[in-house]
């Protein structure tokens, strides 16, 4: 089975996962941080981006790659994976630069929760109407 397009996707969302890896690790470096977040708030945000990444990612290109192994349609699959890559850089990019609430944070988390329920709906349509 190839999956050409969750590939081309998990593969970006890869490479912003080892920069916010990256920035993580020059934080605890620079403050020299070994383990928590030192009451450094640069570092409590980051590894909060990071972390937020690394918990919504995972299962939603899974979905995606559910839905693109029983469908043929490649443009919801692009319009679902674009949602999610554009969401969690927006919501990280949000909450490395502004404490508490900003726009970017929240059009972060709608766009992350909207490829989740559109994923999840989708594969749901296609397995149960077989379409």
Known sequence: MVLPITAFYASLLGLCFLYMSLLVISVRRTNRISLGDGNN?????LTRAHGNFSEYVPLTLIMIACLEANSDYTWI?????CLLLF??????YGLRQHEGASWQRFVGMISTFLAILISACANLVVIHFGL
Do not use: N, V, Y
């Open 87 to 92: 969401g969690r850089l927006l919501h990280a």
């Open 41 to 45: 708030e640069d570092l409590r945000r």
């Open 77 to 81: 699959i692009h319009g679902i994976s």
